[in-house]
Every structure is written in C-alpha cells, then in structure tokens.
C-alpha cells in the first residue's frame, strides 16, 4: 500500500478541514508513519477517520483527536511534556517531533516495552518511558510545561495539576467511563482554569486517581 500517500490524504481531508492549521503539527503528520504502530493485520486501515485496537483492552485514537489534542498544547519545540498512556507509541512519535523531552507513562507494561522498543528503533532515543500509575504522574522530572492525558479522567488527577508548571497547559479528556470532554487547563499563579475544546470517547484512566481497575459504565 501507499502509505505516503494514505497519509497525505489524512492530513488533507481529516485534519485540515476540521481546523488543524498548525504548521508544525501538519507537518509532523506528514512525516511519522502511523501504520507502524498499530497491529500488522490492521495497518491498511491505518490512515482511517477512526481509532483502532492496539490489544490489551487499548487503543490508538483517531488521527484527527491526536492532531487536535496536540495542537491544544501549543507546543513551540522546547518544552518539557509528560504523557500519560503510552499505548501504541503514536502520540508519543508526535510529541518527540515536536518538542525537545517527552517523559510518558503506561501502566500495561507489555504495550511499555513494545513503544519503547519501536520508538527506539525509529530514532526517538531521547523519550523516557516508565511503567506506573499515569494518574500519580512522575514527580522526578516534574514540573512539566506541557502535559497531555490520552485515557479519559472522572477529574483532573491532582498529582497532575501539582507537577503542571506555572503558565503551563495540561490537554485531558475529562468525563463518565463512555462519553467525555476534551478540556485544556491553563494554570496561572497556582490557580487552574479549564475550557472546553472537543466531545470524545477514550479508554478509561485507571488508577489511585482515576478509574477502579474493571471499570463499567459508571
């Protein structure tokens, strides 16, 4: 298959037309290569408007969510961004073209080792990745400027907010187990503000402050 061109594509028809016009974002879809990242029986779905399974209950979101949840960052190349869930490496490829250190956390360690691996491979030697509780974040390298949360949260876990540096931005998507919002939270002078960017639906976020292990619909 084409991917170059099923890329191309992508960018054109799902992420231009919904109001993606960050350079530098677009031209990062460009460049990384989504079919590696998700199983070998579904890479010619790859470039398709819709999230697949990565296995382990898992998943890897839509191109135009990744696109709209890394715009929502501003990222402007020198930050340092935490994530939460690694998954399939995806997002993480994104955020390493962008900005200088990714420090990312999944809890699944068989996805962990499978993202580092790949990531590795393609070039991204300078991500750390690190298997935890995403919702306890990782204090070590706090604080962050940037940080994006890609499992959807009853709340913003609090470890979160408190390793958030001053005039930085956390990207999550905040809601009930099935059906969430994609909120942008700007801390200024210790106090967070929130808006409102995008409804979505994202694998829960479990964890001490997050989601019981199991969840159903709550």
């Given at each position: ?49 819709f999230p697949l399974s990565i296995g ?74 690190f298997v935890s509780d995403g919702t ?57 503000r929130s808006k409102t960017v995008e ?20």
């Amino acid at each position: 298959m084409d991917y170059k061109k099923l890329r191309q594509e992508m960018v054109k028809d799902q992420l231009i037309t919904r109001g993606i016009n960050d350079e530098r974002v677009l031209a990062t879809f460009y460049k990384v290569e989504r079919e590696k990242f998700v199983p070998c029986d579904l890479q010619k779905d790859a470039y398709g408007d819709f999230p697949l399974s990565i296995g382990e209950g898992q998943t890897i979101s839509q191109p135009y969510m990744v696109a709209l949840m890394t715009q929502s960052l501003e990222l402007k190349g020198c930050e340092r961004v935490l994530e939460i869930g690694t998954g399939s490496g995806y997002q993480t490829a994104i955020l390493a073209e962008l900005t200088e250190e990714v420090y990312s956390v999944e809890r699944i360690k068989s996805l962990s080792q499978k993202a580092d691996s790949l990531l590795k491979k393609m070039g991204y030697s300078k991500v750390k990745i690190f298997v935890s509780d995403g919702t306890m974040g990782w204090e070590k390298y706090s604080p962050y400027e940037r940080i994006l949360v890609t499992a959807g949260a009853k709340q913003a876990p609090q470890p979160l907010i408190n390793q958030l540096k001053d005039e930085g931005i956390m990207v999550i998507p905040v809601g009930s187990t099935y059906s969430q919002e994609l909120k942008v939270f700007r801390k200024k002078k210790g106090r967070v503000r929130s808006k409102t960017v995008e409804r979505c639906i994202f694998v829960p976020l479990i964890g001490k402050y997050g989601w019981s292990e199991g969840v159903g619909n709550e």
